[in-house]
């Protein structure tokens, strides 16, 4: 499988995060996945990438070009493709993945994990998505979703659409077990 993996570039959080970002690279190479990912040198994206590539795996990176500056991608490490602007990024990581773990981030994590979420949710797609909660992360995400769905501002069927994962071996082992197609929605609302 290619799995993208959207995450920090932040170098400043706490090491629990990286070491739990390293272990999913880990498991991502060894059990015989590609991991795509937005090609940064440092943060939790860089740490997950280590993993896989010390596991002898092949990441292959996405980047926009302006991102092309010494020291912050991988690109000698790495396989690489570069893009012209962010959108054509998400657009060619989100086309060759089989499947999503978002891991700690920041507004950029938060953006890439909603669009694919959004795209899952009118029927786009349906590939699995899972979040690695390490340390709690993503509990209070998830929990201003559930408020949404019970405050109706969207379908409670979107918090089925992902998984909240504890482990790395949970969230790989989430978007490794076949799901049933996501049905296409009816989207003929919005086109007023």
């Known amino acids: 499988m290619n799995i993208c993996v959207f995450g920090a570039s932040s170098a400043l959080i706490d090491p629990a995060y990286f070491a739990a970002a390293e272990e999913l690279g880990s498991l991502l190479a060894q059990n015989g996945h590609r991991l795509i990912f937005g090609g940064g040198r440092d943060g939790l994206m860089g740490a997950c990438a280590r993993g ?16 092309d500056e010494p020291g912050v991608l991988m690109t000698e490490e790495c396989a690489f493709i570069f893009t012209d602007t962010m959108s054509e990024r998400k657009r060619i990581m989100e086309d060759n993945a089989d499947a999503f773990i978002a891991l700690p981030g920041g507004i950029g ?50 918090l089925s659409l992902y ?3 504890d ?13 049933a197609p996501a049905a296409p929605r009816d989207i003929s609302r919005y086109n007023r």
């Not at 896989?52 to 991102?67: C, E, I, T």
């Not at 953006?111 to 349906?126: A, C, I, M, P, V």
């Open 52 to 67: 896989v590539l010390k596991q002898g795996g092949q990441p292959l990176g996405v980047a926009p070009r302006f991102f």
């Open 109 to 158: 994590t938060y953006e890439e994990f909603f669009e694919t979420l959004t795209l899952k949710q009118l029927g786009r797609h349906s590939k699995p998505m899972a979040l690695l909660n390490t340390l709690g992360y993503f509990d209070p995400f998830h929990t201003l979703l559930q408020f949404t769905a019970a405050s109706r501002f969207m379908s409670a069927d979107v």
């Open 163 to 165: 998984a909240l994962c």
């Open 167 to 179: 482990s790395p071996a949970q969230a790989l082992l989430h978007v490794e077990t076949p799901s």
